[in-house]
């Protein structure tokens, strides 16, 4: 079982920025595709954001393109969900999703529970 671990969820104010990082103990993260998704209590869970494992490109979903920025440091083993201009409408469970390939696959394809490894998730609250 992958462990991965998901850090600097939190409260902030709309408007302000967070940034999510994911990374992994015992496993190296260069070659896999990382993706972020979250789900808010009673609505379905959505695909964020996804980079290749090489980092030279990434994908996101409409409702955050312009605000959110994936990035990774394969050195440190880590990847980022740079997440800024946040609304209420952000507030959600965020969850890693460590793909099994280099590339990113369709949101749909990796939203299963055994697609991938998945964190536990880090909620981020957008509340004034």
């Known amino acids: 079982q992958l462990h991965i671990m998901e850090s600097g969820g939190g409260l902030v104010q709309p408007g302000g920025s967070l940034r999510l990082s994911c990374t992994t103990s015992?496993?190296?993260?260069?070659?896999?595709?990382i993706a972020w998704f979250r789900q808010v209590p009673g609505k379905e869970r959505e695909g964020v954001s996804c980079?290749?494992?090489?980092?030279?490109?990434?994908v996101y979903a409409d409702s955050v393109k312009g605000r959110f920025t994936s990035t990774r440091d394969n050195a440190k083993n880590t990847a980022y969900l740079q997440m800024d201009s946040l609304t209420t409408d952000d507030t959600a469970v965020y969850y890693c999703?460590?793909?099994?390939?280099?590339?990113?696959?369709?949101?749909?394809?990796?939203?299963?529970?055994?697609?991938?490894?998945w964190g536990q998730g880090i909620q981020v609250t957008v509340s004034s």
């Open positions: 999703v460590v793909d099994r390939d280099r590339r990113c696959p369709p949101f749909h394809v990796l939203n299963r529970d055994d697609a991938g490894s």
């Open positions: 015992g496993f190296t993260l260069q070659y896999s595709a």
């Open positions: 980079i290749s494992a090489s980092g030279s490109s990434a």
